[in-house]
Structure formats: structure tokens, C-alpha cells
């Protein structure tokens, strides 16, 4: 058997639009370990929101959060692999000057698991208002003291696609940034040159797994490094077309099961 390193995205791909992983992919998941093979998350969440699927999987692998920026092991103190490429604190507010420019509903900034926030609102997930100790509310300018994870704007799609043309313009040379989100539209900005890539890279160098052997499963566009980087790229059957083009090849839906499907098909689990 030749091991594999099982690469999965989190949101429209491992979970299900109740933000659950349905019984038969959990199983299949386990029965890959079981087997030999690693399994591991790569996700845009920052590791608040998703330590609880990865001890529910009962991964013992590293984990890639905030699409690249931040890898570590949830396991392990001492961890000497891991990373934080962070956003300089300069440029951070340099953004923030920008950003005055425009109709903004709510501004946020992610300090690995700390959360500021210009206002609490319902233009932000509840998510980021979890929590007491490590969430700041006030004008950014003022309350972040340190280089940001993330930098997000909250507003409605034509503003950000406004936002988007202007950043093309002045500021892509210096951040990397995503827009993403239906019910709370956001653009998301890390440090340049950031994608999940990078950490699967990190992880198969730190678990002796050749960039031929990964098997990586996304959606989204944020996926698309990670695809194309993977020696297999699986895309979802609810992935965005782009992403399907990229990929080696397209499984069923996250709501059927696509990531069990595939590595039964596959991995003979």
C-alpha cells in the first residue's frame, strides 16, 4: 500500500450545509487511518471554529488554518514545523486607511484566535462575537497592536466589488485577498502570496508524504492552489467551475457524500 495524505476542506466539502460530516464520510475517513493513510484539515477557519472536526475525525495530524496562514498540531506543544505568516501591522493599517473610502458594514480583524471588531452587528457570523476574552471591540486603528492573521470587510456585494477594482489598482501587490460569503458577503485579506498550498506542503515534508501521494477535496476558490498542488485534485460536485477545471476530477456533492465516495471507489475502504 502506498500512503496517502487526505487533504480536506471544511465548509461545502467535509461538512454538510447543516455543518455537520455525515456518518458514512466519518467512516470512511476512519477506515483511511485505519488503513495507513493520514488525513488532515485545511480550512479558512481559524482553529476556534474548527478544532471540533478535527477531534471528532480523530485526527493526530497538523492542521492548516486561515487558507495557509497559520499551520500547527493541535497535538503538540512543541511543534517546531509550524508557522504564522501574518499581515505587517503597517499594512494592516494602511488597509484600514483605505477602507474609509467606502460603505463598509462592519470591519474585522483576526489575530490568530483573537477577534477585534469595529462594531458587534448582524452584517458579522455570530462566530466572531463568541466568546469574551478574545474578542475587542473598537476602531481597529486603535485596538490591533500586532501584525493581523486576516483582515475582513464586511458589505454588501457591489460595494466589494467596488472594494475588489480599487484593490486590483493599489493593493494586490501587497496582500492576497478572497472575497467569499452569501448571507454575509466579505472580502478576506492575508498576507501575500498565502494559500493553502503552502501548509499542505509543510504537512507532507513533516509526515514524509511525496506531493504525488496528496489527495486533496475543496469547493471553493480558495481551494485552487491546494488542487492543483495535490497529486490528485478532488473537487466537489457543488464545487464552482473554475475549481472542477482545475481538479483532476469531481466526486459527488458534499451532500452526497462525495469525500467517502471517492476514497471507497479508490482506496478500496
Excluded: C
Excluded at 494602511?94 to 470591519?107: A, C, K
Excluded at 474578542?135 to 454588501?156: E, H, M, N, Y
Excluded at 508524504?209 to 490528485?232: C, H, K, P, S, T
Aim: proline share 3%.
Amino acid at each position: 500500500m502506498t500512503k496517502k495524505l487526505i487533504v480536506l476542506d471544511l465548509d461545502g466539502t467535509t461538512l454538510k450545509s447543516d455543518q455537520t460530516i455525515s456518518d458514512r464520510t466519518k467512516k470512511a475517513l476512519a477506515n483511511a487511518q485505519k488503513q495507513g493513510h493520514e488525513v488532515m484539515i485545511a480550512t479558512g477557519r481559524p482553529y476556534r471554529m474548527s478544532h471540533m472536526y478535527y477531534h471528532e475525525l480523530g485526527l493526530h495530524t497538523p492542521i492548516v488554518n486561515f487558507n495557509g496562514a497559520v499551520f500547527h498540531h493541535p497535538l503538540k506543544t512543541q511543534f517546531s514545523d509550524a508557522y504564522h505568516q501574518a499581515i505587517d501591522l503597517k499594512t494592516a493599517r494602511e488597509l484600514l486607511d483605505f477602507s474609509t473610502n467606502y460603505m463598509l458594514d462592519n470591519i474585522a480583524a483576526e489575530v490568530q484566535d483573537s477577534v477585534f471588531l469595529r462594531e458587534r452587528n448582524s452584517s458579522v457570523p455570530d462566530m466572531f462575537h463568541q466568546g469574551k476574552d478574545n474578542v475587542f471591540i473598537g476602531d481597529l486603528r486603535d485596538t490591533i497592536t500586532t501584525d493581523p492573521t486576516s483582515l475582513l470587510f464586511f458589505a454588501s456585494h457591489k460595494t466589494l466589488q467596488e472594494v475588489s477594482s480599487h484593490m486590483d489598482s493599489r493593493l494586490s501587490n501587497i496582500v492576497t485577498y478572497r472575497s467569499w460569503g452569501a448571507e454575509w458577503p466579505a472580502m478576506e485579506m492575508t498576507k501575500l502570496g498565502v494559500h493553502k498550498a503552502i501548509g499542505v506542503q509543510a504537512a507532507s515534508r513533516y509526515l514524509g508524504i511525496d506531493r504525488q501521494n496528496i489527495i486533496a477535496f475543496g469547493d471553493e476558490d480558495n481551494d485552487m492552489e491546494m488542487l492543483d498542488y495535490a497529486g490528485v485534485g478532488v473537487a466537489m460536485g457543488n464545487a464552482i467551475a473554475p475549481l472542477k477545471n482545475v481538479a483532476n476530477t469531481v466526486t459527488l456533492s458534499n451532500e452526497d457524500d462525495g469525500i467517502a465516495v471517492y476514497l471507497e471507489e479508490n482506496l478500496g475502504i
